[in-house]
């Protein structure tokens, strides 16, 4: 787990950021971060949640399992493939692709150029195009950023109230002085120990012929012989019929009467 700051002390919300995020994706406060605002106290408690995929669903198609293998695709600014760095990637792509230029803070490839001031309302604009179509959840979506069969995610509870640092020094008995831009953060774990979610297929193959045979004994009281009759009486009957044996005729010794 790791966390991300940044402090801001001009304009409307004076505070700072914090983010929190697994340690393979690239921190980006565009997309969520918590605001810890001067005076306060924030205490973050973290639950881990990690997501995993039987290697049997490797062999479905990708449109049924909806994820990733870590060797099933790669990206070009970063090392490990997951759903936020692939949007990032993709992102990067559609700013140069709109603008010709990208923003300072994104990856980039030593050909690219950043954009400067005047480009401001271009990267912007194009940060807004690809968040109304990812919202709008269309099906030709340029990134095709499916979720890694792999990932690990974070569910935070958020506790925050008013902090005064003057009051506390001024109750151990120094002298007050005043404090300015002081806040308090403390991040723990809600649980000392993480139970993976394994994701695996519903019903097997196997899982269907043992349901069939179970259905067809309680209702029918048919079994794997009953069904082997059938198609012996439907197929393999008509076949013997149409075959015509010769009679064998016998021949009787003479029978003489004295």
């Given at each position: 787990m790791e966390t991300f700051e940044k402090a801001h002390k001009m304009?409307?919300?004076?505070?700072?950021?914090?983010?929190?995020?697994?340690?393979?994706?690239?921190?980006?406060l565009e997309h969520f971060h918590y605001h810890l605002a001067l005076g306060s106290s924030m205490t973050l408690t973290v639950k881990p949640q990690?997501?995993?995929?039987?290697?049997?669903?490797?062999?479905?198609?990708?449109?049924?399992?909806?994820?990733?293998?870590?060797?099933?695709?790669?990206?070009?600014?970063?090392?490990i493939y997951n759903q936020?760095?692939?949007?990032?990637?993709?992102?990067?792509?559609?700013?140069?692709?709109?603008?010709?230029?990208?923003?300072?803070?994104?990856?980039?490839?030593?050909d690219m150029r950043e954009c400067d001031a005047s480009e401001i309302d271009c990267y912007s604009g194009a940060y807004m195009k690809m968040f109304a179509r990812e919202v709008g959840g269309n099906n030709d979506h340029p990134c095709g950023c499916l979720p890694a069969c792999t990932s690990l995610s974070y569910e935070v509870e958020i506790s925050s109230q008013p902090y005064s640092v003057q009051a506390f020094?001024?109750?151990?008995?120094?002298?007050?002085i005043n404090f300015y831009g002081v806040v308090f953060l403390m991040i723990n774990m809600k649980e000392n120990r993480i139970l993976a979610t394994i994701r695996q297929e519903l019903v097997s193959f196997s899982d269907s012929v043992g349901k069939l045979g179970g259905l067809f004994g309680l209702m029918m009281g048919a079994s794997m012989i009953s069904i082997l009759e059938i198609v012996y009486f439907c197929l393999i009957r008509p076949l013997r019929r149409d075959v015509k044996v010769a009679p064998v005729r016998q021949v009787l010794p003479c029978r003489h009467d004295y």
């Open positions: 304009g409307p919300r004076n505070g700072y950021q914090v983010l929190i995020h697994p340690p393979d994706e690239a921190p980006t990690l997501t995993e995929t039987a290697p049997a669903l490797r062999s479905q198609r990708l449109e049924h399992r909806q994820c990733f293998f870590e060797s099933e695709r790669y990206l070009r600014y970063f090392k936020h760095n692939c949007m990032q990637e993709c992102l990067v792509n559609f700013t140069y692709k709109l603008c010709g230029c990208v923003k300072f803070s994104m990856p980039r490839s030593a020094v001024e109750a151990l008995g120094f002298p007050s």
